[in-house]
């Protein structure tokens, strides 16, 4: 969490914010401070005012974008800071999903191109940027109307051993392989005896941390048949697939095409109107889905939910919050093109109020939308300034200066990530 706004800020505060001991000695020239201060040369001054309700973490902002460059990157910390150079292989086509990995060393695009495999992967390092990059898979997909209208979707498991790939027309619709930041991709796991469903999006649902390497969920939304649009596969990035969960008892009545989750909660975009886009299941590591919430109160998300993202964080409020970001359709083109929800135990809360700076309405709307450890929220939409990020705090903040250098193209996934030194 962030530390004080305003007021002392101790030694104690500053050690914890770091991940060191309370009592460890500390200076403020101390790298991981500077880090935190975002003061990060030896001859810049710093001092406790600098510290002033920052993060420690060093921040990274990707975006997938439609354009000629398709892979981008920048600084981040608390604002847009510079642009880390273009990759030296550029993705084959218009790139439309992006996620790095938890420990911020490998990155991947899905692109909309059968050459490169609809896939661009690449080393990450904070300093230097992209590497140089890996050799895509040899054989999947063959074909796919799905990757090539933008609807492939990726995930890496939760200790970063294993990648897992969705998105294709025909069977196997996603396949997982093992994975290390030395080679990239490895050896492909055995399809699950059930295939997943021609998935619109896959997310982890990380297991108990005791397990070593920790076993997962993968979790799917699809605009397939009824008994397909919400599922769940065991996985551990050493065995490979499990078994299939037990589909819920009450499925939405449309097409799923998002998802997030906590550790208690996994949550869905649909496309049902009488279900006001979107539906909501406790869901239990080992049980799988649970009781169905009801029905969110009034309608907010004025159209397809193109993504939404659950904080993990508690806010000043100590309750988690729902962000859904809307693209095209009836109503794309109304209010601010994402919405942000407070998320209890009985379900939805009430909507918070627009940011005063909202998304360009000339078209389109809202693609993705990311949260980072600092509780910074991004948007990916469809014209300039192509990425909006706001501050949260209980409501959005005022939003944070477009950055230097524009990625001039249409921003279809955005992934706020934070690693640590």
């Known amino acids: 969490m962030a530390l004080p706004a305003s007021g002392p800020i101790s030694f104690s505060d500053l050690n914890l914010e770091i991940r060191k001991g309370s009592t460890a000695t500390t200076s403020l020239g101390d790298a991981a401070v500077r880090t935190t201060a975002n003061r990060l040369g030896g001859s810049q001054s710093i001092s406790f005012a ?6 420690y973490g060093a921040s990274t902002v990707f975006a997938a974008t439609t354009g000629t460059t398709r892979a981008h990157a920048y600084r981040w910390s608390q604002g847009f800071g510079t642009k880390y150079s273009n990759p030296g292989s550029l993705p084959a086509n218009n790139t439309y999903h992006v996620q790095a990995n938890q420990k911020k060393t490998a990155v991947g ?14 080393p990450w390092s904070d300093s230097s940027g992209f590497g140089t990059r890996y050799t895509a898979p040899s054989t999947y997909p063959v074909t796919s109307v799905y990757f090539s209208s933008g609807n492939g979707v990726m995930t890496f498991s939760t200790d970063g051993n294993a990648v897992i790939i969705g998105g294709s027309s025909s069977a196997p619709t996603t396949v997982a392989w093992a994975w290390s930041d030395a080679s990239g991709f490895g050896t492909k796991f055995s399809d699950p005896s059930t295939s997943p469903p021609d998935a619109h999006a896959v997310k982890l649902y990380g ?3 005791g397990s070593n390497p920790p076993d997962d969920v993968v979790l799917f939304s699809a605009t397939s048949t009824s008994a397909d649009r919400v599922s769940a596969w065991a996985f551990n990035s050493s065995t490979g697939w499990g078994a299939k969960k037990t589909a819920p008892a009450s499925l939405p009545s449309s097409s799923a095409y998002s998802i997030t989750s906590n ?22 590591f080992y049980a799988g889905f649970g009781t169905r919430y009801s029905t969110m109160a009034s309608t907010v998300i004025l159209a397809s939910p193109n993504s939404c993202q659950l904080s993990w964080i508690k806010t000043g409020s100590f309750s988690p919050v ?30 918070y109020s627009n940011p005063a700076t909202v998304l360009p309405n000339t078209d ?4 993705d939308v990311s949260f980072n450890l600092n509780l910074d929220v991004g948007i990916g ?11 949260w705090n209980n409501g959005y903040g005022t939003k944070y200066a477009d950055p230097a250098t524009s990625t001039s193209e249409t921003c279809n996934g955005i992934h706020m990530a934070t690693s640590f030194s």
């Open 207 to 209: 297991g108990p941390s």
């Open 322 to 351: 729902i962000t859904y970001a809307w693209g095209s359709g009836s109503g794309a083109l109304s209010g601010a093109g994402f919405v942000t929800l407070e998320w209890n135990y009985n379900g939805w809360g009430s909507a």
């Open 109 to 122: 695009f899905i692109h909309a191109s059968l050459t490169g495999r609809y896939v661009a992967f690449y």
């Open 50 to 55: 600098d510290l002033y309700g920052r993060t």
């Open 381 to 391: 939409h469809f014209v300039a300034p192509y990425m909006s990020i706001y501050p």
């Open 263 to 284: 550790i208690f909660v996994v949550i869905y975009g649909t496309l049902g109107t009488g279900e006001r886009r979107s539906v909501a299941y406790d869901f239990d």
């Open 364 to 367: 389109g709307g809202g693609n």
